[in-house]
């Protein structure tokens, strides 16, 4: 889509962040949000993260490699996602075309229960699944890294891999200006929910271009570079962990540490307009939400519709909202649970469930409920390629901004808060307001429903797009309007991540926009069809990468936070 056909209200959006893509100083980094390059890119949330997959690879390291120490050098300078103490899922294409996945998602505790965060009258107490030592799984980001290590690493060095976030948690680095907000705004929490005083509190407030020292997180990163797995899920920091527990009312035990596995998948794929588009199967709930939203929308001819036009959001809208309403109902860890994975994304199935949508007037979620068979916010995303065509798309997440709030005393991380991703009731709604159903209650073990989105498309059995982004329910549909915007609206790389997004997750019964971002008449006409507005803060932060066809590689890093994209 050329420039010129974007409403005037977009171009001025576009222009106000121009700035973006040249190279800002800021506490002395460089973030770069785009980038083409020849070889090899990296897109992470955080500059010196970006930095460090970068060297990996040029030092003759794999996309597997660079996402290893990404997603440890996340774990130190951006602790608001980043983590050894959390979880998520990788999609991973092999230089011969391979296509795998890895879930290293949290577990619930062997001592969890389905009515553990229910009062004696059976109310919901969210701040005990959401907040407090009680409110984490079982982590598997460790695991994952080394499961990812052992079978694809091209290095075979693990602890070259470690050593430069263990650098920067014992010297420290420079916090950004976002970074200095964040901790100033969490510190009562951080005291409230904590037996000592954390790196992220001190005595006065956090400025921009503050020394972050990490000693105690030093020290883990250390056993784990030292003994791999062992180093985290046995030795001192499992006894560490237990003992926080122990005295916080958490649950984890050193069975449960020393029970964690990894688990590989095969992906949910479908073909789109060209495209092979391949995600999370469960326990994300992103792969199938993802596929049905395409296989949704794809008989109305996006592509002659304006972007962002009253037309395209309602059509776009009226999807999620039964894709949104199917989650709830039908979605949870398939280990567990017997997802209808075959009957949600049949395609007569999807057909049907458009079959009530009026291209005029909006539904009412109440009126939306989930389809029946016979059969059964805060998050951070990477995307890697590397010069021999391997490519990563890994989401990571310790669930809310800082997950529980609660760190491992003597161990200096943040636990994470994923066990309010179960259904704690049913129909009560979580921290990002989705409910849920029997699918995802607890049970000792289980993996609580994501909405992680990990992608990767190809074309033609060639790699396309690589792409991700956190933001909690709203992950799933910033992944396919990122898509959408590049395979229907022909935008450029840098506008379809860039661009204003907006959501819509059946309940609660709302359009979501991002601040000053769509105009009045445009809100106007959505709702004289019957479409409720809510103006809202910003929506994901994608991380893509995209392949032209003469080989050059895009990078894009999202301008909603300090993203930065690296290559060469």
């Known amino acids: 889509m050329s420039i010129s056909r974007l409403p005037l209200f977009l171009l001025v959006f576009i222009l106000g962040i121009s700035c973006f893509s040249c190279k800002q100083n800021g506490a002395n980094y460089e973030f770069s949000k785009e980038i083409r390059v020849d070889n090899a890119a990296v897109v992470s949330a955080h500059p010196k993260a970006s930095e460090i997959g970068l060297n990996i690879l040029k030092q003759g390291g794999n996309a597997i490699d660079a996402a290893i120490g990404v997603q440890f050098a996340l774990a130190v300078c951006y602790p608001v996602a980043g983590n050894i103490g959390g979880g998520g899922f990788m999609v991973f294409k092999d230089t011969h075309g391979n296509i795998e996945c890895l879930d290293f998602r949290e577990t619930a505790p062997a001592g969890a229960s389905a009515d553990m965060y229910l009062d004696s009258q059976g109310n919901a107490i969210s701040e005990k699944s959401q907040k407090g030592h009680l409110a984490a799984g079982v982590p598997g980001s460790v695991k994952g890294m080394v499961d990812m290590f052992e079978k694809y690493s091209k290095l075979k060095d693990w602890k070259a891999l470690l050593q430069p976030s263990i650098d920067i948690a014992q010297n420290g680095f420079y916090i950004t200006e976002r970074q200095a907000k964040y901790f100033n705004e969490e510190k009562d929490n951080f005291i409230q929910y904590n037996d000592h005083q954390p790196a992220l509190v001190k005595e006065h407030i956090w400025k921009k271009n503050d020394l972050l020292i990490q000693k105690d997180l030093a020290k ?98 009226e999807a999620e909202r039964r894709v949104y309403a199917d989650r709830a109902t039908h979605l949870g860890d398939s280990d567990f649970y017997e997802v209808p994975v075959d009957s949600l994304l049949n395609p007569y199935y999807l057909k049907d469930r458009m079959l009530d ?212």
Do not use: C
Request: aromatic fraction near 8%; avoid cysteine.
């Open 220 to 317: 883990v990163l250390t056993a784990i570079r030292d003994h791999k797995a062992d180093g985290f899920y046995s030795s001192w920091v499992a006894d560490t962990i237990v003992r926080s527990m122990n005295a916080n009312g958490g649950i984890i035990t050193h069975q449960d540490l020393k029970d964690y596995k990894t688990i590989w998948r095969k992906p949910i794929s479908t073909n789109y307009k060209g495209y092979s588009i391949h995600s999370m199967p469960p326990p994300s709930s992103g792969g199938i939400a993802l596929t049905q939203l395409l296989e949704m929308v794809e008989p109305y001819s996006l592509e002659k519709m304006p972007f962002h036009s009253a037309k395209a959001i309602h059509l776009i809208t």
């Open 357 to 568: 949508f009026d291209i005029q007037h909006a539904s009412q979620s109440d009126s939306i409920y989930a389809g029946q068979f016979s059969e059964s916010e805060q998050t951070t995303h990477f995307s890697i390629i590397d010069t021999g065509g391997n490519a990563v798309s890994i989401t990571t997440t310790i669930n809310g901004a800082y997950g529980s709030k609660s760190f491992v005393r003597g161990a200096g991380f943040l636990l994470n808060n994923e066990m309010d991703d179960f259904s704690i009731k049913p129909g009560e709604p979580n921290l990002y307001g989705l409910i849920g159903a029997e699918a995802n209650k607890i049970e000792p073990g289980k993996r609580m429903l994501s909405s992680m989105t990990p992608t990767i498309v190809e074309k033609e059995g060639q790699t396309k797009m690589i792409l991700g982004t956190p933001g909690g329910s709203t992950i799933i549909t910033s992944v396919f309007q990122t898509i959408i915007n590049k395979i229907d609206f022909d935008l450029s790389l840098r506008d379809a991540v860039h661009l204003p997004r907006f959501h819509h997750q059946w309940k609660p019964d709302e359009i979501r926009l991002e601040p000053d971002s769509f105009s009045n008449l445009l809100q106007d006409t959505l709702k004289a069809m019957g479409h409720k507005i809510k103006i809202k803060g910003k929506i994901g932060r994608v991380e893509a990468i995209w392949i032209n066809e003469d080989g050059t590689i895009e990078a894009v890093a999202d301008h909603r936070g300090d993203d930065t994209a690296v290559g060469y």
